[in-house]
């Protein structure tokens, strides 16, 4: 939280890797249904607001301490970051940029300057999803995959407030990203409400002061600020996941300021805040579809059936006797209870990409949840007590109260436990696994309504957007829609693939030429180019 009239960053402890992945991978998460009118700031304010007036030339004017960004002895991150070349500081941004002269923020951010000063491009600016996700981690990844033309920018990764590094929020939840399923029958729903109703209440005890400050719009602004202060005029960006719609919001309202801009894994900015979930259920269906496929052309490794019918009724059964006693995993104080809430969301964290390796992986957890189903003893692997912390213990309560906090903040949201009821009974007969997780109530239902209304896209943009055909997060129609919206841009689609979050992660070189010859040139390309899946 921020104190009275300015925050520090403390040191923040260090969270397994999945946690970073689980919340980037969605999270494109909720339902929603706007039955509420969301407040906006009147249009004149909100344009002074923009355009950096208002009380704001001493924020975009400040001067940044470049130091390390090794926090103590035990921050492998910062370790990490300093190994690359990479320094570290903070800017100070409003609270509430509708009064400049109150209470403030420190955000935290990363650089690794260019080296290449007389080619220099300039600044890119990256934001790693989420929404939620810290990003001072960013840049050693982005200047890897930048090859040669690392260089010539000065790659800058900013934590967004209220995230990682940059005062972030903890509600205190026992529960990490509170995504979870009503389960199998009315019962559960009603548990659900219960929950989050509580995990709500926690949030407004917490930081109910800061919630309504947490939006997109609130993150484009600090963006701004950021590239005032470090002197540029225009900035480059590079944005994944629910960053490709902070870069699109950026684009909105401070036009002319961008250079070149790239929107990997792009979502449909028209279903920002609670409505990002259920527009995931199609694809995600098909990630399951196609891993439950490679699932049964391995019976004889993992013996979770021949066909995907046999492997889909496996997985069903095992849900239905979580519904019936939880599944337990491990054994003591250590031992970790799933039930008919928590079992889809163990398979919705492990389908988030195609690879040998993340298939395995989840068809592993499988078998140990199938094992615990039939009251066997299971001891599970490091990287699932990892994952299961995660998502369902207390050590994830930071970042599943980063995500919902934006999304809350980003739109409006059902009041009605009835509407998502109702929601998920349509989406149980298409989906009987997934329907009940992707529509089930959040603690925005029990949320004030947002500050402002979400951004409309209005205005062309320049961008280079990356979307895979069979991405389980974002899907493709959505790229194809803000492709639609932003006349100027191109859409590179990668065909063949179940992967969310591609250039510099996935390892399609096709991808990743395409986007360093752009940002090398500024040039986009003259049509709009097609990979496939190697």
């Known amino acids: 939280m921020t104190d009275p009239q300015h925050s520090r960053t403390a040191p923040a402890a260090r969270r397994p890797r999945i946690l970073r992945r689980t919340a980037a991978a969605g999270l494109a998460l909720v339902a929603g249904l706007a039955v509420t009118a969301a407040a906006t700031l009147p249009a004149q304010a909100a344009e002074a607001t923009e355009a950096g007036a208002r009380g704001l030339d001493r924020y975009y004017g400040q001067h940044l301490d470049w130091h390390s960004c090794v926090l103590g002895p035990d921050d492998q991150d910062g370790a990490a970051l300093e190994q690359a070349g990479a320094r570290c500081t903070e800017i100070t941004v409003p609270l509430d940029y509708g009064n400049p002269g109150g209470r403030t923020v420190t955000l935290a951010a990363s650089r690794i300057k260019a080296t290449d000063t007389r080619h220099r491009i300039g600044v890119l600016l990256l934001n790693d999803g989420g929404p939620g996700s810290p990003t001072i981690g960013a840049p050693p990844r982005v200047h890897a995959a930048l090859k040669e033309t690392a260089g010539r920018f000065d790659i800058v990764g900013l934590?967004?407030?209220?995230?990682?590094?940059?005062?972030?929020?903890?509600?205190?939840?026992?529960?990490?990203?509170?995504?979870?399923?009503?389960?199998?029958?009315?019962?559960?729903?009603?548990?659900?409400?219960?929950?989050?109703?509580?995990?709500?209440?926690?949030?407004?005890?917490?930081?109910?002061d800061l919630l309504p400050y947490a939006s997109t719009r609130d993150m484009a602004r600090d963006l701004d600020l950021l590239r005032g202060a470090l002197g540029?005029?225009?900035?480059?960006?590079?944005?994944?996941?629910?960053?490709?719609?902070?870069?699109?919001?950026?684009?909105?309202?401070?036009?002319?300021?961008?250079?070149?801009?790239?929107?990997?894994?792009?979502?449909?900015?028209?279903?920002?805040?609670?409505?990002?979930?259920?527009?995931?259920?199609?694809?995600?269906?098909?990630?399951?579809?196609?891993?439950?496929?490679?699932?049964?052309?391995?019976?004889?490794?993992?013996?979770?059936?021949r066909t995907r019918a046999e492997v889909t009724a496996g997985v069903l059964h095992t849900e239905e006797a979580a519904a019936n006693r939880p599944l337990v995993l491990g054994s003591g104080a250590d031992a970790f209870e799933l039930d008919d809430s928590r079992v889809p969301m163990v398979l919705f964290a492990g389908l988030q990409g195609d690879s040998e390796a993340e298939r395995a992986a989840l068809a592993g957890q499988m078998v140990m949840l199938a094992e615990a189903a039939a009251g066997k003893p299971v001891t599970p692997t490091a990287d699932t007590i990892a994952m299961l912390q995660a998502l369902f213990g207390p050590q994830g309560s930071p970042g599943g109260s980063a995500v919902q906090a934006v999304l809350c903040a980003d739109g409006p949201a059902s009041h009605d436990p009835e509407h998502y009821w109702r929601e998920i009974e349509r989406s149980r007969a298409e989906s009987p696994l997934f329907g009940p997780l992707l529509d089930n109530i959040s603690p925005c239902a029990f949320w004030d309504a947002p500050r402002e209304a979400p951004t409309q896209v209005r205005r062309d943009a320049r961008a280079l957007i990356l979307s895979a055909t069979g991405d389980p997060r974002t899907p493709y129609s959505g790229g194809v829609a803000l492709h639609e919206m932003l006349p100027s841009s191109r859409l590179l689609t990668l065909?063949?693939?179940?992967?969310?979050?591609?250039?510099?992660?996935?390892?399609?070189?096709?991808?990743?030429?395409?986007?360093?010859?752009?940002l090398a040139s500024g040039r986009l390309p003259d049509t709009d180019p097609t990979c496939t899946r190697q």
């Open 159 to 208: 934590d967004p407030r209220f995230v990682g590094r940059s005062a972030q929020i903890d509600c205190g939840w026992p529960v990490g990203l509170s995504i979870l399923s009503s389960g199998i029958g009315r019962a559960g729903f009603e548990r659900q409400v219960t929950l989050q109703r509580d995990l709500a209440a926690k949030c407004r005890s917490a930081a109910g």
């Open 232 to 305: 540029e005029r225009k900035v480059s960006y590079l944005g994944l996941s629910y960053g490709t719609y902070l870069g699109t919001v950026y684009s909105q309202m401070f036009p002319g300021r961008l250079d070149r801009m790239v929107l990997d894994s792009a979502l449909d900015p028209r279903h920002a805040g609670p409505e990002l979930i259920p527009h995931q259920l199609p694809v995600l269906d098909h990630a399951f579809t196609d891993w439950a496929d490679w699932a049964a052309a391995r019976h004889g490794t993992y013996g979770l059936g």
């Open 495 to 518: 065909q063949g693939a179940n992967q969310h979050q591609l250039y510099g992660i996935y390892g399609n070189a096709c991808v990743d030429d395409t986007v360093n010859a752009y």
